[in-house]
């Protein structure tokens, strides 16, 4: 079974960091590319950042271009997310997920970034 289990998150002032971690298991993880993605209130849920397996090739939305980076351990099956400069419209539930032949997501967490 695959599960994915974030955590991490947590309510912040503009201009801190947080590093976000999606444990995986259930499934060969060095084998899939892994993504972040995020939801805030009343909005789509928007994909923020790709790694390839191996994690030489990563992809952001402009909006998080220059501030986040992904980055993925494939001894530990950890996939992370760090950010940095936080603005407040950071403010979302972000998911990781994994894409087979259906897509996988974890619970979860919570990021607030506000003054």
């Known amino acids: 079974e695959v599960q994915l289990v974030e955590s991490g998150g947590g309510l912040v002032q503009p201009g801190e960091s947080l590093r976000l971690s999606c444990v995986a298991s259930?499934?060969?993880?060095?084998?899939?590319?892994m993504n972040w993605y995020r939801q805030a209130p009343g909005k789509e849920r928007e994909l923020v950042a790709s790694?390839?397996?191996?994690?030489?090739?990563?992809d952001y939305a402009g909006s998080v271009e220059g501030r986040f980076t992904i980055f993925r351990d494939n001894v530990k099956n950890t996939v992370y997310l760090q950010m940095n400069s936080l603005k407040p419209e950071d403010t979302a539930r972000y998911y990781c997920?994994?894409?087979?032949?259906?897509?996988?997501w974890g619970q979860g967490t919570q990021v607030t970034v506000s003054s």
């Open positions: 790694i390839s397996r191996g994690g030489g090739s990563r």
């Open positions: 997920n994994m894409r087979r032949t259906d897509d996988y």
């Open positions: 259930g499934f060969t993880f060095s084998s899939y590319p």
